[in-house]
């Protein structure tokens, strides 16, 4: 008895999400058209952890070092949004705009890391579909 009632409330919170994302659309804290692009792909959930790394790859993440390999580019992203930030490697192939960090971020979570966003907020203005998981 116990287990239906907990099955029909995770039932109700999942149709709600699914009406709150089909029918609106969240605020943006930037203009870019990245981030209005991902308020319409992204459940509410991950559109606000998207829209906070975002956030952070404008305000504390910036280019250090840039050199052209096989794959692409290899960039070095320093990141001053803690104390003691640390420059983490994205290796970027500019051809599909797909790009994998040294902190494995989307890898492990299914978010485009701050890093990876420090480098795709000057190239594209969509998402490319690499990022785009299914539920």
């Known amino acids: 008895m116990r287990w239906e009632s907990a099955i029909d409330l995770q039932r ?10 089909s029918s609106s659309i969240p605020g943006s804290q ?6 209005r ?8 959930s991950n559109f606000y ?5 975002l956030w952070v ?7 250090e070092d840039r050199k052209a390999i096989q794959e692409g580019f290899s960039i ?18 500019p051809l599909d705009h797909v790009a994998h960090c040294s ?10 890391c701050r890093h990876i966003l420090c480098v795709l907020k000057a190239k594209v203005h969509e998402l490319p579909s690499y990022y785009i998981l299914n539920r």
């Open 37 to 44: 692009h991902a308020a319409k792909i992204y459940t509410y």
């Open 30 to 35: 930037t203009n870019r058209n990245l981030e």
């Open 103 to 112: 902190c494995k971020m989307f890898e492990c979570e299914g978010i485009t």
């Open 57 to 63: 790859a404008c305000m504390d993440c910036e280019i």
């Open 76 to 93: 070095a992203i320093a990141d001053s949004s803690k104390k003691g930030g640390k420059t983490r490697q994205v290796i970027y192939n």
């Open 12 to 21: 109700h919170h999942q149709l709600k999400a699914d009406n709150d994302t």
């Open 49 to 53: 952890r998207f829209q906070d790394e």
